[in-house]
């Protein structure tokens, strides 16, 4: 009930002071409410107070689990490299303890054999090195480490001066002048073809009277950290064993009459070292092929020391090229232990366009997340020209008119841009396809199955939809010839040494060829671009290692 002034004025004693009385008893309860709240109020403000340390400190658990999982992420990883290291060098020990007898080696091939290990021995360290720089090196505390011998003092010296960018001192309020009170000399081997030099790196030390600092310029970056060798020499042995197909055993010989003999399980340290150095660069090339909208994949074997079986088993390096319409020329191999379709799909799984292959079925994995096949019309005329060559077949003759017409048209169009090789392929190539392809399907329905011609015309009617593919787009070759040409420098390396040591020799060897071919294609010497890029990439910053890409390379000026 609502009292206004005139109302209270005509209430009697009483009544005035039993209103009174009820006025305070709410003041009161709402005091008490108001009390309450506060109450309530203070224990939830406890109560958010505690959580929130409790948060924290969840917080800082939480970080100090993950830094302890990405620790034990690092032991594992170590302890794995060190594990399939020594069972490696096990299974080795192994085969050439029990198997020299039943299986003769050739003096060449037990030479192979013993440089290939060499590499395996020497990417697995520089692995672990990268992994773990502090820990002791493998097998460190059993193996003899063989000391280096003084470079010959007949050979020539060149002499190489590293001073301080200043002479003055740089300690807080002294600025005198230094002066020079000696030098340190480090010796690298360094070879051009046929000469050994030895560099001489005299870095000299400087004084400050004053107050005694001591100024010296640092020791260069080198691949090989304190090791003997320039990069010109790792440069020259890399280049000589995977450009000029030279086995590092009969580069012995070579090194051995310009007056310095180079074991070769030294050389063979030195190229698996590289080869793990150098993998950086290839892993980002990689990704600049893969921005392509076409590419060629091919693939060759090439045999692999297994030698807990006591034997070779057959291993694959897979090639995979942009184009040659695509301005990016370079070359990815990829080594691999079989020729299963997946290693194809794991290589391009994150990427889409048209692929060039011949017809091996397993692309076909590939295919299926998207990716457009384009077949190769020299091994579907390959086909005509082997049945040709064996019986003289009019229908093989025929045929080989026919694509030779279509091959003919398309050498015009070697220099055009792609909207004009589009356009001249619709007009005047597409004809010549489909007259082809209508005379094939009548051909075939006149020879009996399993014949020689039925299978030359099964080839190409097969993939007659893939073999058309190149009359769509313009940057799409007639052929796979382009990745084809990549892969012959394989197999003559293969005829020189003869097999890989290991798994890791082949992705250590693919690294090294993926960069010494890439060169190539893109018209550079191999060796002046590798000897710049070993110079460069110990003191190179991986944000800016597209510089070293052979289509990017530019020589430092002197």
């Known amino acids: 009930m609502v009292h206004t002034a005139e109302s209270i004025n005509n209430l009697n ?198 107050c005694s600092t001591v100024t010296q310029a640092p020791v260069p970056a080198q691949i ?26 009969r580069l012995e010989s070579i090194f051995k009459r310009a007056r310095y003999a180079i074991p070769r399980s030294t050389l063979a340290r030195w190229v698996g070292s590289c080869g793990v150095h150098l993998q950086p660069i290839v892993d980002a090339l990689k990704g600049a092929v893969l921005r392509n909208g076409v590419l060629h994949a091919d693939e060759t074997p090439i045999q692999v020391l297994s030698p807990g079986d006591k034997k070779t088993k057959r291993g694959y390096i897979w090639a995979y090229t942009p184009s040659k319409f695509e301005d990016l020329k370079a070359v990815i191999y990829d080594f691999c232990p079989s020729r299963a379709g997946s290693h194809a799909l794991e290589f391009l799984q994150d990427w889409s366009g048209t692929l060039v292959v011949d017809q091996y079925a397993g692309y076909k994995g590939v295919f299926r997340t998207g990716v457009k096949p384009a077949a190769c019309w020299a091994h579907a005329r390959r086909k005509f020209e082997e049945l040709f060559v064996s019986s003289k077949s009019p229908i093989a003759e025929d045929a080989l008119k026919f694509i030779g017409e279509i091959y003919r048209l398309e050498r015009m169009l070697a220099d055009c841009d792609q909207e004009t090789r589009l356009s001249v392929r619709l007009e005047q190539i597409k004809p010549y396809v489909l007259d082809l392809f209508d005379w094939m399907k009548v051909q075939r329905q006149k020879v009996t199955d399993g014949t020689a011609i039925a299978k030359a015309l099964d080839y190409s009617l097969k993939c007659e939809v893939e073999l058309k593919a190149f009359l769509g787009n313009g940057q799409v070759p007639i052929d796979n010839n382009h990745v084809e040409n990549t892969i012959r420098p394989i197999a003559l390396g293969r005829k020189n040494f003869l097999f890989l040591g290991s798994e890791q020799s082949g992705t250590s060897s693919a690294a090294v060829m993926s960069l010494i071919n890439s060169a190539k294609m893109n018209g550079l010497d191999p060796l002046k671009y590798m000897t710049d890029v070993l110079t460069r990439l110990p003191t190179h910053p991986n944000s800016r290692i597209e510089e070293l890409f052979p289509h990017n390379w530019q020589p430092l000026q002197n």
């Open 224 to 249: 090989i950290d304190k090791g003997l060798p320039t990069a010109a020499l790792l440069a020259y042995v890399l280049i000589s064993k995977y450009a000029d197909h030279i086995p590092l055993y």
């Open 13 to 210: 004693a009483t009544q005035l002071r039993e209103l009174t009385l009820s006025l305070i008893s709410q003041i009161q309860q709402k005091e008490n409410e108001e009390s309450k709240l506060d109450l309530i109020l203070a224990a939830q403000q406890k109560e958010l107070s505690a959580k929130q340390e409790e948060y924290e400190a969840l917080k800082a658990e939480h970080s100090e689990l993950m830094s302890t999982l990405t620790d034990n992420d690092k032991e594992l990883l170590y302890r794995q490299v060190k594990i399939d290291q020594l069972t490696f060098e096990l299974a080795t020990l192994k085969r050439l303890k029990f198997a020299a007898k039943s299986e003769k080696y050739t003096d060449g091939q037990r030479r192979l054999f013993d440089e290939s290990l060499e590499i395996d021995f020497a990417a697995i360290q520089a692995k672990l090195d990268v992994i773990a720089p502090n820990r002791p090196k493998v097998n460190q505390e059993d193996k003899q480490v063989p000391k280096r011998v003084a470079l010959p003092a007949n050979l020539p010296r060149v002499k190489v001066l590293h001073e301080p960018d200043s002479t003055v001192c740089t300690n807080a309020g002294c600025g005198c002048n230094l002066f020079r009170f000696g030098e340190d000399v480090t010796e690298k081997l360094d070879y051009v073809p046929g000469t050994f030099t030895v560099e001489e790196h005299v870095r000299g030390k400087w004084a400050c009277r004053a």
